[in-house]
């Protein structure tokens, strides 16, 4: 029990994408292997399809909730634009999964600001460990667009030193019955892209 | 049988309340403080838990309980205690009988709220004892601690959260249930219980002297304890800046406050005398620090802590580096040339919002529109801008009243959701009609408090606890106060909603609409079918894109509408004059 590195996970996205959940399997795989976990999540206005970030650490003893810049191990992205906006939160040589799925800011729309043109060329630069998925895609293959958060998660699973089993139940533990099958197969979806 | 759950600070706390025997809960919705009442219905064969008006009329309520002898807690956010200070500063005085803890959490950082108030204040100027978790456990633990001092010392408690310890979730032990054992009954006792003056002076002192006890207490308490390491330097801290302090000093020795106030004096100076340097590390206003001074102590803070904004690991760690005169690592504030120029994404009113319908059709005039607070304070983005100046729930009816009694030429307009309208809009609209100002207040109706995340007020004809029930009507409450001029529109239809907006900007005297329609997240469906602009029919002259919708994107020559963000309302399809818009089945 002298190991006290922590891991630091973030997951962002666009308010409304399925961050929680994702944020709250990661937090049950790590109790299902023995760590101790504390998570953060943002609630209220924020949510209103604005920028959301979660981030999940795990470890034998955790203080902070919350994930110090440049530190995540993983970072995980629902919309592209906010793997970049939030890449300084990954650590060297850290992992990065990107769903290529993009949600353009009303921002946008008024004339206030544009949406990047080259943002596969922007994530090679922001990223040296870089895996992009097509979440939305692959999900509403499976049945669902509203299951690309797990397409996304199991990605970064492959980046997370927890056991196939760890996941397996914390999938179970946190996905309504009804949508289970769906999910497990968008997270081996996910899986199989790294 | 204990145990262990992974656990929101929220969740914790009414674990808390439920293993500590409280009976009744009351509060109002606000982020970060929500959760507690919507966990604590979990516990409903136990407790009676309900959505209060305003956060006043939960604690007054709580506090009727309180005084029957039921263990209670209230729950609000920091400036809900605003609210409700009139019953805090009394309760103080008159006491409790059952265990009173009212749940306040703060929002350091503002993510979710209009001000920045630090609610360790009111527990010094109404002379209760605070406490102040530092995670999940302690926000469970500490709920039982602070109801046994409230019924030891007859006091009203604090416990205060903030966003992090509310929405942070880490593993908590859990225990059973224990009953309190105290008997339910008022027992009537007038000169404890009614301050009029002569027995007021008499509770005045009591109060004072409570005060000295509780600092004691706080000296023995199990919430504040000394984790000595090495001695040459000591923080003394509290909160969420407890395991901030951890990540970033952890050789220091530490002083943690768990219950901070009264200030437990005999610890502060056995741990200032134990270390070579005192520093202070909490969030907000610099409290302890000041006490810490007061006492004739050296010590540090502000002096390298910031007051403004929320603390973080990240934050502190330039705070020691500046402390031991390190070169902060140079940072030109730029950002790398991958994350340059984004376009920003602040919350907006979500794809087939209501409010939207009222926000477009105020946008064709120019009056003064006074708002609220709600998911309608979005209004003031552009390219809907029609929301001038935001003050407090209810504000924004009985500012559009003084704003028109000064003179302002403009037609004023006040807009206020139907949660806040029943939390404190009512009596400014009483203004508006007992005092005549001829302002149009629209009441924008979606049947719920949507931007907390959907709880039940007393016009949706539920119970927090899921019982059906009255449903008050907005209308009647309007004419009931004494303005004729009283409509409904449906947001939806544009033609009707400007025309009523028209009408009633025009009218002399006071009026209302309540424009109803409800909040779409709630349902959880499209409102309509799905939109889509023809590119053969559209004239790329971008009317749809000043509805603000965030499922019209503004990407290529013509706007277009994403297929999975469409509510279906069809208010674009409403402001379009080429009939460029239709509903998918209408495709060719």
Redesign the interface.
């Known amino acids: 029990m002298t190991d006290n590195r922590v891991t630091n996970i973030v997951l962002v996205g ?3 994408q399925g961050i929680l959940l994702a944020s709250d399997i990661i ?2 795989a790590a ?1 299902e292997a023995g760590f ?16 959301v970030v979660a981030q999940i650490r795990f470890g034998r003893e ?5 994930v ?2 440049g530190a995540a191990q993983v970072l995980g992205a629902l919309e592209q ?2 793997a ?2 939030f ?2 939160y990954l650590a060297p040589g850290g992992l990065a999964v990107v769903s290529r799925q993009a ?14 043109q080259d943002v596969p060329e ?2 090679g ?2 990223f040296s460990r870089l895996i992009c998925v097509d979440a ?1 895609q692959t999900a509403a293959e499976l049945g669902d ?1 509203r299951a690309a958060n797990l397409v996304v998660l199991g990605a970064m699973a492959t980046g997370m030193d927890l056991p196939a089993e760890a996941w397996d139940a914390a999938v179970r533990q946190c996905v309504k019955k009804q949508y289970l099958d769906l999910n497990l197969k968008a997270f081996e979806a996910g899986k199989a892209t790294a | 049988m204990t145990s262990v759950k992974l656990l929101s600070g929220n969740a914790a706390i009414a674990r808390g309340a439920y293993e500590a025997g409280v009976t009744f809960a009351a509060g109002y919705p606000g982020t970060p403080s929500t959760e507690i009442l919507e966990n604590i219905v979990q516990y409903k064969d136990r407790i009676t838990s309900e959505w209060a008006p305003n956060e006043k009329v939960a604690f007054e309520a709580a506090a009727g309980a309180a005084l029957a002898g039921a263990r209670v807690i209230t729950t609000m956010k920091h400036v809900g205690l605003n609210v409700a200070a009139d019953p805090l500063m009394t309760l103080s005085y008159i006491g409790v009988e059952g265990g009173f803890v009212a749940c306040v959490a703060d929002d350091p950082g503002m993510h979710s709220s209009q001000n920045e108030q630090d609610t360790r204040h009111y527990a010094r100027f109404a002379k209760i004892p605070i406490f102040e978790p530092a995670n999940s456990q302690e926000a469970k633990d500490f709920v039982g601690l602070a109801l046994e001092v409230s019924e030891k010392y007859r006091t009203p408690v604090i416990l205060r959260s903030n966003t992090r310890i509310s929405h942070s979730r880490g593993l908590v032990t859990t225990g059973e249930r224990r009953e309190s054992s105290r008997a339910t009954g008022f027992v009537k006792n007038p000169p404890r219980y009614v301050p009029i003056p002569m027995w007021a002076r008499q509770m005045r002192k009591e109060v004072e002297e409570r005060l000295g006890q509780l600092g004691a207490e706080a000296d023995r308490s199990p919430a504040n304890r000394i984790e000595w390491r090495d001695r040459s330097l000591g923080i003394v801290t509290a909160s969420i800046a407890y395991q901030y302090v951890r990540e970033v000093w952890p050789e220091a020795s530490v002083l943690k406050l768990g219950f901070s106030y009264p200030f437990p004096d005999g610890l502060i100076r056995q741990f200032a005398e134990g270390v070579q340097r005192l520093l202070v590390v909490e969030e907000l206003d610099p409290i302890i620090e000041e006490h810490i001074h007061a006492m004739g102590i050296e010590c540090e803070g502000r002096r390298w802590i910031p007051g403004i904004g929320e603390l973080s690991p990240t934050r502190l760690r330039e705070c020691r580096a500046a402390m031991e005169g390190k070169a902060k690592v140079a940072d030109t504030g730029a950002a790398p040339p991958f994350a340059a120029d984004l376009p920003a994404r602040p919350p907006v009113l979500c794809p087939g919002c209501p409010h939207r319908g009222v926000f477009y059709a105020l946008s064709k005039h120019d009056v003064v529109v006074t708002g609220d607070i709600g998911c309608y304070s979005l209004g003031v983005f552009k390219p809907l801008d029609r929301l001038d100046v935001i003050l407090c729930m209810g504000g924004g009816v009985s500012m559009a009243h003084g704003m028109s009694k000064a003179g302002e030429p403009r037609k004023i307009v006040g807009i206020v959701g139907d949660s806040t309208f029943f939390h404190s809009g009512i009596t400014g609209l009483l203004d508006v009609a007992y005092n005549r100002s001829s302002v149009t207040i629209i009441v924008v109706d979606n049947r719920t408090t949507a931007m907390t995340g959907h709880q039940d007020h007393p016009g949706t004809g539920r119970t927090l606890m899921g019982e059906e029930t009255v449903a008050a009507s907005i209308a009647e409450i309007g004419r009931a106060c004494g303005v004729k001029r009283v409509r409904e529109v449906n947001p939806y239809d544009q033609q009707a909603t400007q025309k009523a907006i028209a009408e009633e900007i025009a009218a002399d005297e006071p009026s209302l609409v309540v424009s109803v329609a409800a909040c779409p997240l709630r349902e959880r469906k499209r409102i309509g079918l799905q939109r889509v602009i023809l590119p053969e029919v559209c004239k790329s002259c971008r009317a749809c894109l000043k509805i603000g919708c965030p499922a019209i994107e503004n990407v290529g020559d013509k706007p277009q509408i994403n297929e999975f963000l469409c509510g279906g309302c069809g208010i674009c399809q409403q402001v379009c004059k080429f009939n460029a818009i239709v509903t998918v089945e209408e495709e060719p």
């Open positions: 666009v308010g409304g937090a049950h109790i101790t976990v504390k998570t953060n999540e943002v609630h209220g206005m924020a949510q209103r399809g604005g920028s955790v203080f902070s909730p919350l110090e810049e634009i906010e970049l906006r890449a300084h949600i353009v800011p009303v921002t946008v729309s008024m004339g206030a600001g544009t949406y990047p922007r994530l630069q922001a939305a667009v």
